[in-house]
């Protein structure tokens, strides 16, 4: 099998990348990857020798190249991780998530088309169906969830759900999509709230908890979701759409507090700054289907994921403190600097 993994230098896709060659020792891996600011070579150092690794520095927006790497690889499955992946930097520049995420999106099921594929999957996100009341704990988003999105990140996912969808349909592109909850874990880029709350504790910098803290998110240790995917491409029925989550729903205060009490640090850290324009009160998963379907369940609950992944950057300094030193000085200045 020949697998193009597309934002594999990424959090979730480089973790996918790492899982699949561990697993499935004959396949080839051709990680397609633009290297925007959220993209890494480190995270790749371990598997980048590997004779079933190969590397292709694409925008996948830019279709003569994407083209050109389909002619070359003629792969047998498409999973696209490849995005802008960040609420906030959406609500600041919105253009780059249109063109990234709906229309790179598009370009790789054309070249699907033209080239033929077994299996095109597109990694999304339950941020596509909006929110959630937090007075309804009883409530759950399934696959029959309407999309009702509120940040230009969502709108442009769920732009993107739609485009693979009608591809399925009118040009018989045996696709499938996968709508997974928030993930946390290793190679996390230190913008997303866990590993900046960690980044942050061990700095000995404040926590900037947006608003009152009361949102809620529903956390996947980024492995499960990866083995989700494995599952899905390998077994799940085309056309079809899974959500993947755990039922691990902490508020936002829980999860930094949380990190605060594993660092022995203080919550004298914790600094409420201003909300989220639009900010979605709460996310949470019904995973009945994919457990039906394909026999998935989480392994990794809150507690043991968020302890490994502690130890995890505590471990691996030089990976995120080579992040925070360079431009990101910039982009925290300018997101938090007057909050
Ligand atoms: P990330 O921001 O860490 O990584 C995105 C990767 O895509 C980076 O390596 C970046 O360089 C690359 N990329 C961006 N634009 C590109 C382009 N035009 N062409 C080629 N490569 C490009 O994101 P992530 O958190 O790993 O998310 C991966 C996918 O999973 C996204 O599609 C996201 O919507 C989805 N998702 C994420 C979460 C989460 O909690 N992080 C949850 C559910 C779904
Ligand atoms: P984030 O990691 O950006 O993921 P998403 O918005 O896609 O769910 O944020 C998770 C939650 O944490 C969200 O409710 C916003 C909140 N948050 C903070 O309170 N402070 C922060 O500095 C960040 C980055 C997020």
């Not at 990857?33 to 292709?56: H, Q």
């Not at 989700?228 to 039922?247: F, P, Q, R, S």
């Not at 502690?310 to 200045?333: A, F, M, P, T, V």
Request: hydrophobic share 35%; charged share 25%; aromatic share 12%.
């Amino acid at each position: 099998m020949k697998i193009v993994v597309t934002g594999g230098a990424g959090f979730i896709g480089g973790n996918f990348v790492h899982y699949i060659i561990n697993k499935y020792k004959d396949y080839k891996i051709i990680c397609v990857d633009s290297l925007t600011y959220a993209g890494n070579m480190e995270t790749l150092d371990s598997v980048k020798d590997n004779p079933n690794f190969s590397f292709y520095k694409i925008d996948i927006a830019d279709r003569e190249e994407v083209f050109n790497m389909f002619e070359n690889e003629k792969p047998d499955i498409v999973v696209n991780f490849a995005a802008e992946s960040h609420v906030d930097r959406s609500i600041e520049d919105p253009g780059i998530f249109l063109k990234t995420n709906v229309m790179g999106t598009g370009v790789l099921l054309d070249a699907c088309r033209k080239y033929g594929i077994k299996r095109y999957h597109q990694v999304s996100t339950d941020e596509v169906y909006g929110d959630l009341p937090l007075d309804r704990p009883d409530l759950f988003f399934t696959e029959e969830t309407p999309l009702h999105t509120s940040s230009p990140y969502s709108a442009s996912k769920a732009s993107a759900d739609l485009l693979v969808g009608a591809y399925y349909r009118t040009f018989k592109v045996p696709v499938t999509i996968s709508r997974c909850s928030n993930n946390y874990g290793p190679y996390h880029f230190p913008e997303k709230l866990i590993p900046l709350m960690i980044a942050n504790a061990l700095n000995d910098k404040e926590l900037p908890v947006y608003g009152t803290g009361e949102n809620v998110r529903d956390w996947l240790y980024v492995e499960d979701h990866c083995r989700a995917i494995d599952l899905i491409i390998h077994k799940g029925t085309v056309g079809e759409v899974y959500n993947i989550g755990g039922h691990n729903e902490r508020t936002n205060l829980e999860v930094v507090k949380t990190i605060l009490r594993e660092l022995g640090k203080s919550e004298d850290l914790i600094k409420y700054v201003t909300d989220r324009a639009g900010h979605d009160m709460r996310y949470a998963i019904d995973p009945t289907k994919i457990n039906n379907e394909l026999g998935w369940l989480p392994t990794t609950t809150f507690d043991e994921g968020i302890k490994k992944t502690i130890k995890w950057y505590l471990d691996n300094r030089h990976w995120w403190e080579n992040i925070i030193s360079g431009e990101y000085q910039n982009y925290y200045e300018k997101m938090y600097g007057s909050r």
